[in-house]
């Protein structure tokens, strides 16, 4: 017989892909702490299994790929064998090129729309039959869909479709009464700008972003996780929205 932790989501199964690192990473702990199951994916097996270190028994995790609909399919097969039924779906799964609009290629384009907008549509579809009544979706998206940022384009393209996807899966998958919401980050410190460009640089950039957001800083994972946990669980009157975690960034 299962045994669950004790905690505001204890007993919960949870399915989080895009979930060793970074954001879902944090998620998978929240939900983790307060006593639910989780499944994460990723694409790189030592981060999975270091994420699993991290989380303890209480996560299982499989080597997927957001762009591979075979791999979907075998997500769905795993999920369905590891827990029957789940009562959310955190669609967190993506990645970004900085790339200025003269010198896109069509590979790096189609890449960044068949991971960050064709893996997250096919994932809800084939997830779909798995989630409980009263299941909550929640989708991430970005505050670049809504402004005009240089480099990201195509990017910021993948991520206004997720927005309108969320309004649409919200309408159709509402008779069975599941929600899906979307959650709207602006620059969280996840580390990325440290491992992607030497100190000097990163550093300087993070000052000047920290400049352009209201709040004057980045944002923490865990407010990310805490915003996702609320859509998935507690926002039971919402659906079709976007959540905005973004230092007022896109806002004011």
Do not use: C, W
Not at 47 to 52: E, G, M, P, R, T
């Amino acid at each position: 017989m299962e045994q669950f932790g004790k905690g505001k989501f204890s007993g919960k199964k949870i399915v989080i892909t895009g979930g060793s690192s970074g954001l879902g990473l944090a998620a998978a702990k929240l939900f983790v702490d307060e006593g639910a199951r989780v499944l994460i994916t990723g694409r790189t097996q030592a981060k999975l299994d270091s994420a699993l270190e991290e989380l303890g028994s209480s996560a299982v995790s499989l080597l997927s790929d957001a762009a591979s609909l075979t791999d979907i399919d075998k997500l769905a097969d795993r999920v369905k064998a590891e827990f029957g039924t789940i009562d959310a779906l955190f669609v967190n799964a993506g990645i970004t090129h900085y790339v200025p609009f003269e010198s896109m290629s069509e590979d790096v384009y189609d890449e960044l729309l068949t991971i960050n907008t064709k893996g997250p549509y096919f994932t809800v579809q084939k997830l779909a039959p798995l989630l409980n009544e009263g299941s909550g979706v929640v989708l991430t998206t970005s505050i670049t869909n809504v402004l005009g940022v240089p480099m990201i384009s195509a990017y910021a393209a993948s991520k206004a479709a997720l927005r309108s996807m969320t309004r649409s899966l919200a309408r159709e998958l509402l008779p069975r009464k599941i929600r899906v919401n979307a959650v709207s980050p602006g620059p969280i410190d996840t580390g990325i700008l440290a491992r992607s460009m030497p100190k000097e640089v990163a550093e300087q950039t993070e000052a000047q972003m920290k400049q352009q957001i209201p709040m004057l800083r980045f944002g923490d994972p865990v407010e990310v996780a805490k915003a996702v946990a609320f859509l998935a669980f507690e926002a039971t009157y919402t659906t079709g929205a976007e959540f905005p975690v973004d230092g007022g960034g896109s806002q004011i």
